[in-house]
């Protein structure tokens, strides 16, 4: 660990005066022998939208959840709005958080799935009560006020008393949005959130997401739309192998990628 | 997707202008087999109740007079009362030892792995003569500090280090040593039980509540516990069940208040031996059987988000059919 990296933040350094929601460097991550992420260095600034594209077993899905500390990077570091994620340094040294710091450090961020990963045994309501009762012991009559206001937002209110498997993939996802959007987060990770859904239901998702782009979310989306990409994304990120291969405004990106990989990879799902 | 120009017809209506067709009326398949076996099991059961009723040996007018005596009550009690305090205890070990055992805690997955070894390599009938024999190993159950009787000359002290003891026959009655094998031994089948239904929950329950910010011990209790119970109740039903029969064992304690044991003195006694093991399954049938009707509302309650989904279906298809 070089002591002179002054580009890259120690932990908990001042966050106000970076713009710099999350600062990947030099993320490696293996699995057995597999490596999926060979050195991934990225910043997300304060309020951009950072679209990844990439095929299957680019480590895509894998970087998006070393950024919320849900698997634990092998080598880099990796800082989310000033704070490193998962450990504390001290000196050049790293010491491991305690599974309770980390879970306090991902309060800030929110994520949604591809499968949704609604909670099949709560209400809607409940889904989106949850973690602001349990976790932040907000009042449940507030809790339910903001609730109902978010689910009136992704345009659900009249389901707030159904059970996730009354509803469609689509309405299910922007459950899944409101209730991340229940803890209000700084940081927003999308895993395929379409990816799941059938053809008709992609764009009632995609409609709540552009919104929230517009409302000035910051947002990191692993995503193969490529037309969602193009229009709401300030920067798109093409992954292969697990190395950011090119990365840049999403229509320069697009229409006229430089890398061969990028070309190849594009002249496919285009 | 139609290549027509008429509006969308909302489905379960008919199309306008086609005659409903005629419904199908064709001759069944004959199945000549199934009422040959009907015939069958019928004389059967003819013979069956012909023995019940003519054979001498069960003595129904008995069995009736003796089945519902004083004795015999206190014995339901006591397997009643056993097999609902060793089986709450037993599910409350359970958890604890599953959780322990996916705690990722070394020290506590050994000491849950131990637990379960040794209380399900053991058979309850051992369990039992063991738990009963409790007072040959220590006469009183002593509390202070341990290894006294070492240390405590070391330092130049007389006496011990031992502040309270009770006798054990006072503490270990015939009762409690059941309470104990049975709990125990239950604690440690329910501990697989448990485990695997926290297994069944699928792992993105997990990570989007961790990704809420949940601790471990809150996404055990709010989420993962609660869909495992879908999974543990249908074993727990057999568990409860078998604990239930099990009771009879505690008469090798000797627990002798137990109704199995209450029966069958009862026909030693007065030689009339077989009405009382009638009796004897007639009391476990009926007792078993409530049990099952608990189970049935049980397995209900926790199958509620399925069930208001499907109940949201129908009502969606009856919308449309009318």
């Keep these: 660990m070089s002591e002179n990296a002054s580009t890259v933040p120690d932990d908990h350094v001042t966050a106000t005066t970076d713009d710099r929601m999350v600062v990947a460097e030099n993320v490696h991550k293996t699995f057995g022998r597999l490596r999926v992420l060979r050195g991934i260095d990225l910043e997300v600034h304060r309020g951009d939208v950072m679209c990844v594209v990439g095929p299957s077993g680019s480590g895509k899905s894998t970087f998006l959840r070393c950024v919320n500390h849900l698997e634990k990077l092998t080598a880099g570091r990796l800082w989310v709005n000033g704070e490193l994620m998962g450990y504390r340094q001290r000196r050049g040294k790293l010491y491991e958080l305690h599974e309770t710091q980390v879970a306090a450090q991902r309060r800030g961020i929110g994520m949604v799935f591809q499968n949704f990963n609604l909670f099949p045994h709560m209400s809607v309501l409940g889904n989106v009560i949850e973690a602001p009762v349990q976790v932040k012991r907000e009042r449940r009559q507030e809790a339910r006020e903001r609730a109902l206001a978010l689910l009136d937002r992704v345009g659900l209110a009249d389901k707030s008393a159904s059970y996730p498997r009354q509803l469609s993939g689509g309405q299910q996802q922007r459950v899944a949005i409101a209730r991340a959007l229940a803890m209000r987060p700084e940081l927003m990770l999308f895993d395929e959130p379409t990816s799941a859904l059938d053809p008709e239901l992609v764009g009632e998702v995609l409609d709540v997401m552009r919104d929230l782009a517009r409302e000035g979310m910051t947002m990191l989306v692993v995503t193969h739309e490529m037309g969602f990409a193009r229009e709401v994304g300030d920067t798109l990120v093409f992954m292969d192998e697990g190395v950011v291969v090119e990365s840049g405004p999403p229509r320069e990106v697009l229409t006229n990628p430089r890398h061969e990989r990028t070309q190849a990879f594009l002249s496919k799902v285009l | ?322």
């Design chain 2, 1 to 322: 997707m139609s290549t027509t120009t008429e509006p969308p017809r909302p489905p379960g209506e008919p199309v306008p202008g086609r005659p409903e067709p005629e419904p199908i009326k064709a001759v069944p398949v004959r199945y000549p087999g199934r009422w040959i076996v009907a015939a069958i099991l019928l004389v059967l059961a003819g013979m069956l109740v012909n023995m019940l009723v003519t054979n001498d040996a069960f003595d129904w007018p008995f069995m009736l007079d003796n089945m519902f005596t004083e004795p015999v009550l206190v014995g339901v009690r006591t397997t009643l009362i056993l097999t609902v305090l060793c089986m709450a205890i037993g599910i409350l070990l359970g958890i604890i030892a599953a959780v322990m055992r996916l705690s990722g805690n070394p020290i506590l997955v050994a000491m849950a792995w131990l637990y379960t070894w040794f209380f399900r390599a053991v058979p309850r009938l051992v369990l039992c003569v063991v738990f009963g024999n409790l007072g040959i190993l220590y006469s009183h159950l002593e509390f202070g500090l341990p290894f006294d009787n070492y240390w405590m000359p070391w330092l130049g002290f007389d006496g011990d280090a031992r502040f309270f003891s009770v006798p054990m026959n006072d503490l270990l009655t015939a009762f409690m040593a059941a309470f104990l094998a049975l709990a125990l031994s239950e604690g440690a089948y329910m501990a697989e039980i448990v485990r695997a239904g926290l297994l069944s929950v699928d792992k993105g329950q997990t990570e989007a509540a961790q990704a809420l910010g949940m601790s471990r011990g809150k996404v055990l209790r709010r989420i993962t516990l609660p869909q495992a119970l879908r999974v543990i109740v249908p074993p727990s039903g057999n568990e409860t069940i078998a604990l239930l029969k099990d009771t009879s064992l505690v008469s090798a304690i000797p627990l002798t208040t137990e109704l199995f044991f209450q029966l069958q003195a009862v026909g030693n006694r007065t030689f009339n031996l077989f009405p009382m093991l009638v009796a004897a399954c007639l009391w476990y049938l009926a007792i078993t059987s409530l049990l099952m009707v608990g189970q049935y509302f049980l397995e209900r309650s926790f199958t509620k988000g399925d069930r208001q989904a499907q109940t949201g279906v129908k009502a969606m298809q009856s919308k449309a059919g009318a």
